[in-house]
């Protein structure tokens, strides 16, 4: 019997990265809550994050826009803000927003920053996808942006 994708366990639905950054947590905190910062590094290779907005507060929403360096397309995203607790943990919705207006299926991205004797080690999940293939098919994107983090945290 084939099993759908579907039914595969919300556990196999939730994509998780752990990092190890070499800088303080309340500097890898403000690098993602600060949208000056943010649009220095979000953006998967390829793309170059164009807009960022932020009303940092739980219940405020966020929403920013990656434009291709290749063609020029845009991809527009949002949510809304479940948690901040600086400089330890933040939560949010993630949705894209679709060409016709409308809004993909919303997950939830929980980060938690740990200090790590000067350094932060960054745990990441974002779920639940509805299929195992959307899960990974966000984790080289996502890989991507926290190689940049890295090196924008090294430059500054």
């Not at 994708?5 to 639905?13: E, F, Y």
Request: hydrophobic content about 40%; charged content about 25%; some cysteine.
């Amino acid at each position: 019997m084939r099993k759908t994708a579907l039914a595969a366990k919300p556990a196999d639905r939730v994509l998780r990265i752990t990092r190890l950054f070499d800088a303080p947590r309340a500097a890898v905190f403000a690098a993602f809550v600060d949208p000056k910062q943010a649009l220095q590094w979000l953006g998967p290779r390829g793309y170059a994050m164009t807009h960022m907005e932020a009303d940092l507060r739980v219940g405020g929403a966020w929403r920013g826009c990656m434009r291709a360096n290749s063609g020029g397309r845009e991809l527009w995203h949002g949510g809304v803000y479940r948690e901040i607790a600086p400089p330890e943990r933040l939560a949010f919705t993630f949705a894209w927003e679709l060409e016709d207006g409308a809004r993909d299926a919303e997950t939830l991205v929980t980060i938690t920053f740990e200090d790590q004797g000067g350094k932060t080690l960054m745990q990441f999940s974002q779920g639940v996808f509805a299929t195992p293939e959307d899960c990974e098919g966000h984790r080289g994107g996502w890989e991507s942006e926290f190689d940049q983090l890295a090196a924008f945290i090294w430059r500054s």
